[in-house]
T-cell receptor
Framework: AQSVTQLDSQVPVFEEAPVELRCNYSSSVSVYLFWYVQYPNQGLQLLLKYLSGSTLVKGINGFEAEFNKSQTSFHLRKPSVHISDTAEYFC????????????FGQGTELSVKP | AAGVIQSPRHLIKEKRETATLKCYPI?????VYWYQQGPGQDPQFLIS???????DKGSIPDRFSAQQFSDYHSELNMSSLELGDSALYFC?????????????FGPGTRLTVL
């Protein structure tokens, strides 16, 4: 069964510093990959997605992620974070032609300090 | 732009009571997904519907049932509620066309079972 591992449950970082949130998935078959952000008491917002093509994907709010098939990873990066980036970030995967359900990782709490 | 609507936003129930959560997808979306997010946990897929038929089933307890109606809205019925059912319940909708069907999430219904 498909699984997603987010290696860091909490990532504290100072404002304007770079950040990387790590995500690994288990499948050896083709998958779609996603990063979602969840602000306190809110729903899930799609940051970016990888379906195919270029392995570097750019999303909203200055985030980007790189798909690495050999390492089955999809790490999220931002070169300079803001206080407003403080939130929970979820990596998710779905398999093409499998109904579209999303399998989520455990989440990484990004805390940006002034 | 119209978004996914969920009602109610908050619900408080006693143990062994029943609850009904409603989801109104984005207009012209034909697929609905339900996810459960326990406190401090990642969202878990429960069930999905496409064109009013169940399309996939995840870790949904037998005490729960769901359906999608002719206007594409969906309802999640939960009976014999347990304390462990306290969670944030998300609905997402998509349009099943093309290579990939992006899921748009609603704000969630926060269920508290006392």
């Amino acid at each position: 069964a498909q699984s997603v591992t987010q290696l860091d449950s909490q990532v504290p970082v100072f404002e304007e510093a770079p950040v990387e949130l790590r995500c690994n998935y288990s499948s050896s078959v083709s998958v779609y990959l996603f990063w979602y952000v969840q602000y306190p008491n809110q729903g899930l917002q799609l940051l970016l997605k990888y379906l195919s093509g270029s392995t570097l994907v750019k999303g909203i709010n200055g985030f980007e992620a790189e798909f690495n098939k050999s390492q089955t990873s999809f790490h999220l990066r931002k070169p300079s974070v803001h206080i407003s980036d403080t939130a929970e970030y979820f990596c998710a995967v779905s398999e093409p032609n499998q109904g579209g359900k999303l399998i989520f990782g455990q989440g990484t709490e990004l805390s940006v300090k002034p | 732009a119209a978004g996914v609507i969920q009602s109610p936003r908050h619900l408080i129930k006693e143990k062994r009571e029943t609850a009904t959560l409603k989801c109104y997808p984005i207009p012209r979306h034909d697929t609905v997904y339900w996810y459960q997010q326990g406190p401090g946990q990642d969202p878990q897929f429960l069930i999905s519907f496409y064109e009013k038929m169940q399309s996939d089933k995840g870790s949904i307890p037998d005490r729960f049932s769901a359906q999608q109606f002719s206007d594409y809205h969906s309802e999640l019925n939960m009976s014999s509620l347990e304390l462990g059912d306290s969670a944030l319940y998300f609905c997402a909708s998509s349009f099943k066309g093309g290579v990939y069907n992006e899921q748009f999430f609603g704000p969630g219904t926060r269920l508290t079972v006392l």
